[in-house]
Each structure stands twice: as structure tokens, then as C-alpha cells.
């Protein structure tokens, strides 16, 4: 008796759930009462950026929220994605560049994103490997490094050295081996081209993921790297992806950085993009 009282109103709930969702269904309710668009939303197809969401009483519009945290996810994926080695190596392989596979003393990516310092250094054999190969010296060596977002690099990465490494070939620009880098940060360059005894130092690294843009890229260049150094003798070039600075122009804009730097024998602060500028 208990059992087909609990049925029957199980059936009353299902059917009054039915009735709900029918009517709710029937009422052509127009979207446009129920969100208030803001007064800047042409200017949302200039940007990627979460501007005039409009809202629902007091409240983002649910499909706004849902964006949000879809993005939210995917710049969390792109911190714990993985760099693909293999695919690096072949496109390496392709242009018949050499290459060296390296690692930091971070062994595994929970602790490279706990101990950034230990993203700085390479392990011991890494330092073992360059220290034997004996570099006699390079105008220049490029390091092509995960950093917190593994997705720009496999991304974007090759496409970018391609068109650096033509200009720096017919610039007469001697670059070492590739050095690939896992769980690398930004001054891992400087230990690396201190032991090739590179001239400058430039690491393509994944940049941190933002709620736009999950898998940015970003250049970073260092004369005379060693050791030791800070952030200010390095030049930053962001935001290297398509929907940011497209390939080309970032292909250009690091070889001005690398022949300026090579001529005045400096870089960060005191080195300036001035290729665009007015007169």
C-alpha cells in the first residue's frame, strides 16, 4: 500500500513537472525583455574582452556566466597541458635544424607551479649535455620552453621560428641548436645560453593563461645571458597567437629587438621598439 501511495504521487510530481515545462514552453517570452543589452555592445566585435555582458535583473546573463567559466577551464587546462615534444622535433627535423631536449630541476608540473624557482635552472644532466658539447659560440640560440601554458607552444611555436630563422639566416646570424625545454620558466635562457656561449638568448615560452586567451605565446630576449639576471634586461614581445600579434609581424618585431640589440650590445630597459615609430 505504501509502495503505490509513493507511486502515485511520483506520477502527480512527474505529470505537474510536465505541465510546468509545457506552458513554459507555449509563452513566447522575448528574449530581448528579459535581457538588457548595454549601450557598448557593437564595441564587443573590436575585442575579445568581457566587456557590455548585459545583464538579467541584477544578475550576468546565464549565457555570459556558462562563457566565463567554460574559459575559466580551459585557461586551467592549458596550465597543466603538455608540451608535444614529438611534433617539435619533427617539424626541427624538417627544416633540418639540431636540437637539444632539456628539462628544469622542476620534475613534474605540480612543482614547477609551486617552486617557480626551480623552473629557472636546468637539472644536471641537462648542464652535463651542453657543457659536452663544447659550443665554441653563436651570435644567438633559440629555446623553445613550455612555461604555464604548453598549448601556445604547441601552437603556435613553429610557425614563428620558421619565419625568425629565414630572416636570421640571410642576416648571416649564426643560432645554435634549438633547446627544448620542459617545465621551463623565462630565466632558464639565460643558464642556457651562458653554456653555448650565445651572444643573446631568445625563449619562446607559453605566457599565463587568460580568460580570452588560453594559449598565448610570448618572446623573450636577453643579451649577453648569464646567470643571475632580472627581468629588466629582458625584452618582452606578448601575445603572439593570431587573434593577438599575428605570426609575421612577431617574426619581425623579435628580429628588429635581436639586431638592435647586437649592434648596441644591450637589451631590456634600455633597448626600445622604435621600428614604428612617426618622424
Not at 557593437?42 to 557590455?52: C, H
Not at 608535444?84 to 619533427?90: G, V
Request: charged share 20%.
Amino acid at each position: 500500500m505504501l509502495i503505490s501511495t509513493k507511486f502515485v504521487m511520483l506520477t502527480q510530481e512527474a505529470s505537474t513537472f510536465r505541465i510546468i515545462i509545457n506552458t513554459a514552453m507555449s509563452l513566447e517570452i522575448d528574449k530581448r525583455k528579459i535581457i538588457h543589452y548595454d549601450a557598448w555592445s557593437s564595441l564587443r566585435s573590436f575585442t575579445a574582452a568581457r566587456i557590455a555582458l548585459g545583464r538579467t535583473g541584477i544578475s550576468v546573463p546565464l549565457s555570459e556566466s556558462l562563457q566565463f567559466k567554460m574559459a575559466h577551464a580551459h585557461a586551467r587546462d592549458a596550465v597543466y597541458s603538455v608540451l608535444d615534444e614529438e611534433s617539435l622535433i619533427n617539424a626541427l627535423e624538417e627544416t633540418k635544424q639540431s636540437y637539444f631536449v632539456l628539462h628544469s630541476t622542476a620534475t613534474n608540473r605540480n612543482e614547477y607551479l609551486q617552486r617557480p624557482d626551480l623552473g629557472r635552472r636546468l637539472d644536471d644532466e641537462s648542464v652535463q649535455l651542453l657543457q659536452n658539447f663544447n659550443s665554441k659560440g653563436f651570435d644567438a640560440v633559440i629555446i623553445i620552453a613550455d612555461g604555464l601554458s604548453a598549448t601556445g607552444i604547441n601552437t603556435h611555436a613553429i610557425p614563428v621560428f620558421k619565419l625568425l630563422t629565414e630572416k636570421l639566416a640571410a642576416a648571416n646570424i649564426s643560432v645554435s641548436p634549438v633547446c627544448i625545454v620542459q617545465q621551463g620558466r623565462v630565466a632558464i635562457a639565460d643558464e642556457t645560453g651562458e653554456l653555448l656561449k650565445a651572444k643573446l638568448s631568445l625563449i619562446l615560452i607559453g605566457e599565463r593563461p587568460g580568460l580570452s586567451s588560453p594559449d598565448s605565446m610570448g618572446a623573450y630576449l636577453t643579451y649577453d645571458p648569464k646567470v643571475g639576471l632580472t627581468d629588466e634586461s629582458r625584452n618582452c614581445i606578448s601575445n603572439i597567437r593570431p587573434e593577438g600579434l599575428n605570426y609575421t609581424l612577431a617574426a619581425e618585431t623579435i628580429f628588429y629587438l635581436i639586431n638592435e640589440s647586437r649592434r648596441l650590445k644591450i637589451s631590456g630597459i634600455k633597448l626600445k621598439d622604435n621600428a614604428r615609430l612617426l618622424y
